[in-house]
């Protein structure tokens, strides 16, 4: 039983099957279009509100369950009293972008050699079946359900109140409360009362069967409106998103560019008020906003020349957005005292206060950065649940591909109605440390992925090698791990339920239906059996 749990599956089968001709879709991305669809998902709110609160520091209610582990580690290592909470890194939050990019960047590296190596959909779980073994594949790939799926309910939920604040500022134009937000938010919205009730043109909400109701329309409408695009073609999504990566970066550049002009250097003083601990915390912070880049690995079989083009989009991505991030961080800083930004959730608004065509073009460059990164989540996602299909771990209904558009239009069409349909009910709070803990652990793996194949096949053609390996593998993985422990421990338990949930359904379902554990590895189609059975 062990042995068929940890059996892999030969790159060279992964490849056979992906180019088979039921499964194969169009081959039309270039190196820009990978580059844009990573910029696309690493650029949202990120770098509008994470920049202060990583300046500022956070400050935790005391509370056991929402410690950091580090802090119990801190503790325990020092016999110095619990801390609840992170410094902040004050200016120097420009060296927690420039730590956080480095962690990233050996795992992109790993990310690039494996793309390269494996051109073929799945991202994280499919390297990790061809190194790791069918249950860890398994794990990774319900997994990176927490990434995308999960995370993408937070950003819908987040256009949706920058879109009606947008309306507001710009329109004039008001929404009734229940149409624009879950029932939960509605209630404590009206609980509150005040000058929040103005925004909206009404605040009663309306009841159906003795139940009063509210409805998160906005953010179930941009899901519908997304699904739709990319069922149409990989083409007209990667052109929409490279115009929303033009759009959004362009603001971006504006914003750096006019806010250096308002930069008081005395504001950067003392650039370490904090010391490096204060760096280190920053970092942690500051490192989910380069979630993302990965999401380029997912499109290896809709790009031209995948061996040369995945290892330019993913790295290109990655530079491009950390000196955006470390410049914005300048600014934002330079502009104001960091100590302004301490639990301002929209620093960059902030920082341009008393400037209201400039938050006009901020809340703009917001709304187009988190539609880039609904978009480009929306396209990893499917891929996913297609591979897995694919190898039997989930039913062969989710493996097909339109036979017009060839795109994986059943996975896209499930998860555009579990996604928009949970973000239209749901808040959703404190899931989103769900996503940054399934991140890490797939960079994890994806490290340790190049180490292993390094070894077991050495002389497979690597048209983009990892310099300096393992060392850097090593890095990413101890990067990695370090983040993880930065999270609070209530993240640790919600994250373990879920992949005992993850195991409860392998094992009564994937055991038995893996094509792999069956001897159906490879073939000229899902169902006739390969002429070599491995052993």
């Known amino acids: 039983m062990a042995f068929k749990l940890f059996r892999t599956k030969n790159p060279d089968h992964l490849i056979a099957e992906a180019a088979t001709p039921e499964r194969q879709m169009k081959r039309v991305l270039g190196p820009f279009a990978l580059t844009c669809i990573g910029i696309g998902a690493i650029i949202g709110t990120g770098i509008f509100a994470l920049a202060g609160t990583a300046a500022a520091g956070e400050q935790l209610q005391a509370s056991v369950w929402k410690t950091p582990i580090l802090n119990f580690i801190q503790s325990w290592a020092t016999d110095a009293p619990l801390v609840f909470g992170r410094p902040g890194a004050g200016p120097a939050v420009m060296l927690s972008f420039v730590v956080a990019a480095v962690a990233c960047c050996f795992a992109a590296l790993c990310y690039a050699e494996l793309a390269s190596m494996i051109p073929v959909s799945g991202s994280a779980y499919t390297y990790s079946y061809a190194t790791l073994g069918e249950i860890i594949a398994w794990i990774i790939g319900w997994d990176l359900i927490l990434e995308y799926a999960v995370g993408n309910m937070a950003v819908a939920v987040g256009w949706s109140g920058y879109f009606v604040r947008l309306c507001g500022s710009l329109l004039g134009l008001k929404f009734p409360l229940w149409a624009v937000n879950d029932y939960k938010t509605a209630n404590t919205i009206i609980d509150q009362g005040g000058e929040a009730l103005t925004n909206y043109s009404s605040t009663t909400l309306p009841v159906i069967a003795g139940h009063a109701i509210a409805v998160n329309l906005p953010a179930l409408l941009i899901v519908a409106a997304v699904t739709w695009l990319l069922i149409y073609g990989i083409r007209e999504s990667a052109r929409t998103n490279n115009v929303i990566v033009i759009t959004k970066v362009a603001v971006v550049v504006f914003v750096i560019a006019f806010g250096a002009f308002l930069i008081h250097p005395t504001n950067w003083h003392p650039f370490v008020p904090t010391g490096i601990g204060g760096v280190m915390s920053g970092a942690a912070i500051v490192f989910f906003a380069f979630i993302g880049f990965d999401a380029v690995s997912t499109t290896a079989e809709e790009t031209r020349n995948p061996q040369r083009d995945m290892p330019i989009g993913i790295i290109a991505s990655l530079i491009i957005c950390t000196v955006l991030y470390v410049l914005m961080a300048a600014v934002i800083t330079g502009m104001r005292k960091y100590t302004t930004y301490f639990g301002d959730p929209a620093a960059v608004a902030t920082a341009f206060a008393g400037r209201a065509w400039a938050q006009a073009l901020i809340s703009a460059g917001a709304l187009a950065g988190i539609t880039s990164v609904l978009l480009v989540f929306q396209l990893g996602q499917p891929r996913i649940f297609m591979a897995m299909a694919r190898d039997g771990l ?7 591909i339109h036979p017009r558009f060839r795109t994986p239009h059943i996975t896209t069409i499930w998860t555009g109605v579990f996604v928009g349909g949970v973000a239209a009910v749901v808040d959703i709070g404190s899931l989103a440390d769900l996503t940054n803990i399934g991140t890490l652990f797939a960079f994890i793996l ?25 060392v850097f593998p090593i890095l990413g993985v101890v990067f990695c791990f370090v983040l993880m422990l930065s999270l609070p421990l209530e993240t640790w338990i919600r994250f373990f339920v879920w992949l005992g949930i ?6 009564l379902y994937g055991v038995s239906h893996s094509k792999l554990g069956r001897g159906l590895d490879v073939g000229p189609t899902e169902d006739i059996p390969p002429p070599l059975i491995k052993t």
């Open 446 to 470: 994806v490290c340790l992925g190049v180490i292993i194949l390094r070894r077991t096949d050495a002389k497979r053609p690597r048209p983009f090698r990892v310099p300096m390996s393992p």
């Open 502 to 507: 993850g195991l409860l359904i392998y094992f």
């Open 394 to 400: 989930l039913p062969q209904y989710f493996a097909r």
